[in-house]
């Protein structure tokens, strides 16, 4: 087998096609919540929040594909900012759950609707089927490699 034969074209290969567009997601992200004081991180928690009320640090910190100590660090200043109360006392062995304010959930209110304008920029000029293939395609990969 030659050498031509082992190496990827980078504009059909689909795993690299996917971190460029992961990685221009992230910054189109982060160019609409940085004026809300957000970081894609922060924002993630709060959605992750919203829809899983009372994850542990260990629990948000995979949802957000941050490390523990680094999620531990964010929820500090979360809780210091009002947007979220974790537990005096662990329900059951060292787990803290965490849970949005009011604030909170205002707050991602906002982040969420920036967010959704970046994905609709994504795929605005897709035909609704094109945009359920895409997505159904992305949950094969992932569940291919899982």
Same mark, same amino acid.
């Given at each position: ?11 059909? !290969?689909?795993?690299?096609? #996917?971190?460029? /567009?992961?990685?221009?997601? =992230?910054?189109? &992200?982060?160019?609409? @919540?940085?004026? +809300? ?17 009372? !994850?542990?640090?260990?629990? #948000?910190?995979? /949802?957000?594909?941050?490390? =523990?100590?680094? &999620?531990?660090?964010? @929820?500090?200043? +979360? ?68």
């Amino acid at each position: 087998m030659g050498q031509a034969e082992l190496t990827i074209d980078l504009a059909t !290969s689909p795993g690299y096609l #996917l971190k460029v /567009a992961a990685t221009a997601l =992230r910054s189109a &992200m982060e160019d609409v @919540l940085r004026p +809300l004081g957000m970081t894609v991180t922060h924002y993630s928690c709060l959605e992750v929040l919203a829809q899983r009320p009372g !994850s542990s640090n260990s629990d #948000l910190a995979r /949802a957000t594909f941050v490390t =523990r100590q680094s &999620m531990n660090v964010l @929820l500090q200043t +979360l809780e210091r900012d009002g947007l979220v109360t974790r537990a005096e006392q662990p329900e059951a062995g060292r787990v803290l759950p965490t849970q949005l304010t009011d604030a909170g959930r205002a707050q991602l209110a906002l982040a969420s609707a920036a967010v959704k304008q970046v994905e609709n920029r994504m795929v605005g000029g897709l035909p609704v089927a094109d945009r359920a293939a895409l997505t159904r395609l992305l949950q094969h990969c992932i569940t291919s490699l899982s």
